[in-house]
T-cell receptor, first 113, second 114 residues
Framework: DQQVKQNSPSLSVQEGRISILNCDYTNSMFDYFLWYKKYPAEGPTFLIS?????DKNEDGRFTVFLNKSAKHLSLHIVPSQPGDSAVYFC????????????FGSGTRLSIRP | EAGVAQSPRYKIIEKRQSVAFWCNPISGHATLYWYQQILGQGPKLLIQFQNNGVVDDSQLPKDRFSAERLKGVDSTLKIQPAKLEDSAVYLC????????????FGPGTRLTVT
């Protein structure tokens, strides 16, 4: 049972445009959501997070939006740059689970010139 | 600040053989995690340590997998005997404290079981 779903395995976006990565979750007990970024042959690195008490969190070019009623979150990257080409993992957690993180299957983002 | 170190980076073994992976977390990080990432999937938590005690090992196949974290620093993950379905990248991560969602990952060990 996949509790965190990323239905788009890949996404190609032109440099300078907006990249939108989507994620859905099924467990209504999740109260914290994260995005991790992974380059080939490296481990994932933390990118941005959002608590369930918020609906938006912004950090430079990266913004995460949370829609609790739809159990949906998205990551917006504006403007997209070549260095953003990577695999992006959506993840979710419950405070009561002592930081146990459930990851989605990832979306491979390619930024084309 | 040095990151999470893992070795070896790659390992190829035959089924039924045993294998061990090593992890050195970021200095001072009390919490250590082992994840399994099968191709095309996200990382799945196998075991979480707080210092040298186990917090969560609910998804660790205990009949063949074992892990230890002696002295609350380095950790080893062992598979014995290995199966074909154990082919995956094994990631180690650490965080500063137990309820930290920001985990720092090592580069992983890619295991191929033939």
């Amino acid at each position: 049972d996949q509790q965190v779903k990323q239905n788009s395995p890949s996404l190609s976006v032109q440099e300078g445009r907006i990249s939108i990565l989507n994620c859905d979750y099924t467990n209504s007990m999740f109260d914290y959501f994260l995005w991790y970024k992974k380059y080939p042959a490296e481990g994932p690195t933390f990118l941005i997070s959002i608590s369930s008490i918020k609906d938006k969190n912004e950090d430079g070019r990266f913004t995460v939006f949370l829609n609790k009623s739809a159990k949906h979150l998205s990551l917006h990257i504006v403007p997209s740059q070549p260095g953003d080409s990577a695999v992006y993992f959506c993840a979710a957690s419950q405070y009561s689970s002592a930081s146990k993180i459930i990851f989605g299957s990832g979306t491979r983002l390619s930024i084309r010139p | 600040e040095a990151g999470v170190a893992q070795s070896p980076r790659y390992k190829i073994i035959e089924k039924r053989q045993s294998v061990a992976f090593w992890c050195n977390p970021i200095s001072g990080h009390a919490t250590l995690y082992w994840y399994q990432q099968i191709l095309g999937q996200g990382p799945k938590l196998l075991i979480q340590f707080q210092n040298n005690g186990v917090v969560d090992d609910s998804q660790l196949p205990k009949d063949r997998f074992s892990a230890e974290r002696l002295k609350g620093v380095d950790s080893t993950l062992k598979i014995q005997p290995a199966k074909l379905e154990d082919s995956a990248v094994y990631l180690c991560a650490s965080s500063a404290y137990r309820r930290s969602y920001e985990q720092y990952f090592g580069p992983g060990t890619r295991l191929t079981v033939t």
